[in-house]
């Protein structure tokens, strides 16, 4: 959350009806380890208490918030030979993001410190983690129940909740992001404007960042993003999907990358990989009907899976879907959470909560451990070879779904025991269609 507008945010936190435990005023009174003290405490009891960001603000009134100015000046406080503001940063552990901002309201002079939680572990000064209860600064060793709790909560923080852009207005959000079609999707159609940013707000999408303005997460981005490459952190989270001539990577015809948001492309996305496998046309019923080389259920489980279940934070890579004429190959970031050996009967595991209950609401996965267990189904109906599965220590996962079926023959001459596998002709068992890659150079 950056500060843009640091008056109009000072009225909103003075409009609060007390000191809080993420909220502290004070007049012309510095020392620097009290002051250290207070950054640790307020910063662990925001995180308690869910609060986006803490404030130690000087110029205020404690008991009526009344805004009368200070003498302190934080840019030039020093501790010895050190400025005040590196002091700190140096003794705070993990190192946290404290914005300094000096500003006049009404003609008086204010000091800011907005502090953000340390999402990873409690925030320590000098060694020492302390936390604020009923507004006073206490040693947090003497409420182990507290944390207990902070280290609950710092431990499910997840990439999702960070926030990928500060200070848009309404306008800007429904420009960005495509609300619309995220929220047809949920079954929530023909919502005013009030009710769309009420039901953002609600899905922890967006926050409210206080200034009149609201901070949009990498969860909103990530599902309705108009453009990814918007946002630093994502912009290579896109999927990538390249088409090859021949069953080698020298032979590329088709490299295309996305550009939205998984949640408002995941329909585009599967139909485009579609139109790029191999497939043959049937009669059913009377129907001209499609039958793909492999089966559509298992090249959309194993996409999703893809998608959700990938290491965000992971940085310079993102799900990639190669379609060879044999086979395709789906990778994403991440080692597996669950050990290969167990996907198939596993229960359902993500480092993206959210992401993927979003995505089971949106009517792309099941969130009960099924999907692959269903793809694996539909390869064994189908009489094709099992997907080749990630190993459990690499970096990034890879599955390899094969449309060839093998043929054994005992090799004569050899061995009565040894078996060669060989691939049938692929000309000999499917007439393949296969359609042109779209014109469009962004298809999804």
Known sequence: MAIVDPSRLLASLCAEPRESEWLEFKLNRFVPE??????????????????????????????????????????????????????????????????????????????MIAIDPGYIRPVRFKSEPFVRVNSVQQPLRDFPERERALWAITSRY????????????????????????????????????????????????????????????????????KKLTEFPLLSRKAPRVITYSEPNKMSGVDDVTGERGYGVTFQRLLRYILDRVPHKE????????????????????????????????????????EIFPDKIRITNPGRP?????????????????????????????????????????AIETAA???????????????????????????????NSGLLSARPTSVRSRVHDEQRKPSSSPRAF
Not at 56 to 72: A, K, M, N, R, S
Not at 174 to 199: I, M, Y
Not at 346 to 370: H, I, Q, T, V, Y
């Open 34 to 111: 009290d002051v250290g003290r207070y950054v640790s405490g307020l910063a662990n009891s925001a995180m308690l208490a869910g609060q986006e960001r803490a404030y130690l603000i000087f110029g205020v009134e404690d008991d009526t918030h009344e805004v009368v100015g200070t003498q302190v000046r934080l840019k030039e406080e020093k501790v010895g030979e050190q400025l005040f503001e590196q002091w700190l940063s140096r003794l705070l552990e993990p190192r946290i993001n404290l914005e300094f901002v000096a500003f006049e309201h009404e003609g008086r002079l204010v000091e």
């Open 158 to 225: 997840s990439f999702e909740q960070g926030i990928a852009a500060t200070h848009l207005d309404k306008r800007d959000i429904l420009e960005r992001f495509d609300c619309d079609e995220l929220f047809s999707t949920l079954g929530l159609r023909r919502l005013s404007p009030a009710s769309v940013f009420d039901q953002l707000m609600m899905e922890g999408l967006i926050v409210d960042d206080r200034q009149g303005g609201y901070d949009v997460t990498n969860f909103l981005a990530i599902v309705a993003a």
């Open 337 to 377: 959470l669950i050990s290969p050996d167990r996907f198939i009967d596993a229960p359902s595991r993500s480092r993206n909560e959210k992401l993927a209950g979003l995505m089971r609401r949106l009517g792309f996965c099941e969130e009960r451990g099924s999907g692959v267990d269903r793809a694996v189904e």
């Open 384 to 414: 094709l070879p099992p997907p080749q599965l990630p190993g459990s220590r690499r970096l990034y996962r890879r599955y390899d779904l094969r449309r060839e079926t093998v043929r054994r023959n005992v090799e004569r001459g050899a």
């Open 282 to 321: 049937v009669i059913v019923h009377g129907v001209r009907t499609k039958r793909f080389t492999i089966p559509e259920i298992a090249i959309r489980e194993f996409v999703a899976n893809a998608l959700i279940h990938q290491d965000l934070t992971s940085v310079g890579d993102g799900p990639r879907i």
